[in-house]
């Protein structure tokens, strides 16, 4: 889970790109790139950190042209410090292009293989490397037939879906030709396009990023659809693979997405209030009997459920956690103790808020169980009587493979326990979880042309590619293990897309 960035128009891209970045600094805080394309030149700048820590004024100024491309890294795979595997990357052939990804790929060797034979060389083991270099060999192939039109490297895109499985939203530069845009079939990580004056158009992972520079929500990118912006700025859309049935990110909506975001038509903030609606209802009618004094959020993700939650249950909302927003989201640090400490860092009690009380906490999720058993061993401490623990989303229980550094089964609080002995790891008196079909209608009720079918795999250990089954699992799990800084999917046994 990464957040990309891209624009084409008139005026200068890096101070455009740079902006979104930082509206977009929550999906990823390991590292900040940006290229930018002046006539057929690719320029490339990038470092460790926040993008404001990346990138100067000095820095920005010497991006030049009118059209560029930016990336945060959250890392899931390779090396979260490696300057190497920082994006946009770039190749040199058949044109220069520069890429960014978000997602993850889960055939990796499969593609390097292929790339091998086509005397490509991968220098990295960042699967978007690799991405690239499959997209480039599909527009060398057309180049050399002599096809250099905008279907021609339409087309292209076409040949990545064939090759590539897994999540993929990509923005990448094309030197003298422009700007390419594309998702995966199924849709699973999002991608939208902004327009401003009509002939300026900016692409982002989500929508926050338009209103404050100025553009216009203009619609997403399509699952398996590509779109190309040719340096006069004309807009060409081609889409592939349209009888797959799209199944974008369920954890988007829950979690990593701003809530003032709209994904494939669902506004975030919306489908967080049908959550806590739902939560309520949950909570009201198979708890009849829980006695609740005060509905307290840990802030900032699970405060729009837990105003619903309030409001059903007609039980007073109060403010007892006080979030530090100068640390990074917790869910994201890397490593396991890092996480740990930043949840001491991040979050600072209301004493009085839980003494003599009995408490509802609300989260968006609960995943390893790290912020929740910190949180309800400060709020025993406060004197609270009882502690209670709801989550908005239903208990996580198998690895993402797309994006989202939920790796192993083991470190996973909810996998292989029943919710008593969640509650027991938690020091909770109770833990109250999403019906999953409730979570489903919580985000297709938050729009009229959503999704009825969503990426769900973390929750049921449904996935939609055949290949991902326990040996693939296990190959990953022996590979990441509890470090996930050292190690990689480069070599995990699925070969066939």
């Known amino acids: 889970m990464c957040g990309i960035i891209a624009y084409l128009g008139a005026g200068s891209a890096a101070p455009i790109v740079y902006s979104g970045l930082t509206f977009l600094q929550h999906r990823g805080q390991d590292s900040a790139g940006i290229a930018t394309m002046s006539q057929s030149h690719l320029l490339i700048e990038k470092g460790r950190g926040l993008a404001r820590d990346v990138f100067s004024d000095a820095k920005i100024n010497t991006l030049e042209g009118s059209a560029g491309i930016g990336h945060v890294r959250y890392s899931t795979s390779g090396s979260a410090l490696a300057l190497s595997e920082m994006q946009p990357f770039y190749v040199n052939q058949p044109y220069g292009i520069t890429l960014a990804h978000n997602g993850n790929l889960i055939n990796q060797s499969a593609l390097r293989e292929y790339l091998s034979q086509q005397a490509r060389h991968i220098n990295t083991i960042s699967d978007s490397e690799a991405l690239l270099n499959v997209l480039a060999q599909a527009v060398y192939e057309r180049v050399r037939a002599g096809e250099t039109s905008p279907d021609a490297l339409l087309d292209a895109v076409g040949d990545v879906h064939t090759r590539c499985a897994g999540a993929y939203a990509v923005v990448a530069l094309i030197a003298g030709v422009g700007l390419l845009l594309f998702r995966d079939p199924l849709g699973i990580r999002p991608l939208s396009l902004g327009v401003r004056n009509n002939n300026e158009w900016l692409a982002a992972s989500e929508s926050a990023a338009f209103r404050p520079l100025g553009f216009e929500y203009y619609g997403d990118i399509a699952p398996g659809e590509a779109v190309l912006i040719d340096t006069k700025r004309q807009i060409h859309r081609r889409a592939h693979c349209t009888t797959a049935s799209p199944r974008p990110c369920i954890f988007e909506y829950i979690y990593f997405a701003r809530p003032d975001s709209v994904l494939d038509g669902a506004l975030v903030y919306d489908s967080r209030v049908n959550m806590g609606r739902y939560l309520a209802e949950k909570i009201r009618h198979q708890h009849p009997d829980l006695v609740i004094d005060c509905v307290i959020p840990v802030p900032d993700s699970g405060r729009v459920a837990a105003l619903e939650v309030s409001r059903h249950l007609q039980v007073p909302y109060r403010e007892g956690l006080v979030k530090n927003h100068h640390i990074g989201r917790t869910f994201i640090a890397a490593g396991h103790a890092k996480r740990r400490r930043s949840v001491s860092e991040k979050l600072n009690i209301i004493a009085p808020e839980f003494a003599g009380k009995r408490v509802l ?10 912020t929740g058993s910190e949180l309800v061993s400060l709020a025993r401490a406060a004197g609270a009587k009882q502690v209670f623990f709801a989550s908005a989303a239903p208990p996580v229980r198998y690895p993402n ?32 979880y999403q019906n999953m079909d409730d979570l489903k209608k919580a985000i297709s009720e938050a729009g009229s042309s959503v999704p009825t079918a969503f990426e769900t795999s973390c929750f049921d250990g449904d996935y939609p590619f055949e290949n991902i089954n326990n040996d693939y699992l296990v190959a990953l799990e022996s590979r990441r293990g509890a470090n996930r800084d050292s190690v990689s999917q480069l070599d995990l046994p699925l070969t066939t897309v």
């Open 401 to 432: 493979v797309f994006g989202i550094d939920i790796a192993t089964r083991g470190e996973l609080l909810a996998h292989g326990r029943t919710e008593r002995e969640i509650a027991a790891h938690l020091g909770a008196d109770c833990v109250i």
């Open 361 to 370: 906490l609300v989260d968006d999720s609960i995943v390893r169980g790290t």
